[in-house]
């Protein structure tokens, strides 16, 4: 079985471009949360989409932004970049609801803004 | 949600027995514990997760006292393949990994 899987491996950008960050769940998984893990620093939580809709953010700005579609994959958005939002993108994907279920990981996208 | 408070680093040599402690005092009566595994530029990777007393897995062991306000992650006989930062987490509800998982304890396995 297929893990979650995300795209592209490796991002470089500059400043105040755009980036989409793509995340495909497990099968059967509904649920698809965004972490940013900037250099030496814990994951941060960005966002949580299930069943389609956005159901968490995490304290990042409007210009973080993403959708999760039918199929139940995930785009995650980067508007304006900004030299600080240079990090590791990690998806994950979870099949539980209501109680703590395991979360599966990416192998995550590292972006770069130069 | 728990707060989670857990040593920044811990050095082992290969072979001993390692036990990392994660405080929760403000634990739920509704919140799991569970602890991840994270190598360098790779996404975390689920170890064990517990409610109470003693979990036991192919991997690691959990114990988890009584009052639930702590619990202890124990790696048996580690190798340098171990070497990785170790995530505790507590929660009840799906989407409660929406907080950070904090930095998490980097274990270092010596020769």
């Known amino acids: 079985e297929a893990g979650v899987t995300q795209s592209p491996t490796h991002l470089i950008k500059t400043r105040g471009q755009q980036a989409t960050l793509r995340c495909s769940p497990i099968?059967?998984?509904?649920?698809v949360y965004w972490y940013q893990q900037a250099l030496g620093l814990g994951l941060q939580f960005l966002l949580w989409?299930?069943?389609?809709?956005?159901?968490n953010r995490g304290n990042f700005p409007p210009r973080f932004s993403g959708r999760q579609f039918p199929n139940y994959s995930s785009e995650l958005n980067v508007n304006a970049l900004e030299l600080e939002d240079s990090a590791l993108y990690l998806c994950?994907?979870?099949?539980?609801?209501?109680?703590?279920?395991?979360?599966?990981f990416g192998e995550g996208s590292r972006l770069t803004v130069l | 949600l728990a707060k989670t408070t857990q040593p920044i680093s811990m050095d082992s040599y290969e072979g001993q027995e390692v036990n990392i402690t994660c405080s929760h005092n403000?634990?739920?009566?509704?919140?799991?514990i569970t602890w991840y595994q994270q190598f360098p530029s790779q996404g975390p990777r689920f170890i064990i997760q517990?409610?109470?007393t003693k979990v036991t897995n192919e991997v690691a062991s959990l114990f988890i006292p009584a009052d639930r306000k702590s619990s202890t992650l124990s790696l048996p006989r580690v190798s340098l393949s171990d070497t990785a930062v170790y995530y505790c987490?507590?929660?009840?509800?799906?989407?409660?990994?929406?907080?950070?998982f904090g930095k998490g304890t980097k274990l270092s396995v010596i020769p």
């Open positions: 987490l507590v929660g009840a509800q799906a989407g409660s990994y929406q907080l950070t």
């Open positions: 989409y299930d069943e389609g809709e956005e159901r």
């Open positions: 403000n634990i739920a009566t509704n919140d799991y």
């Open positions: 517990g409610y109470k």
């Open positions: 099968s059967g998984h509904t649920s």
């Open positions: 994950a994907s979870s099949l539980v609801r209501g109680r703590d279920g395991e979360l599966f």
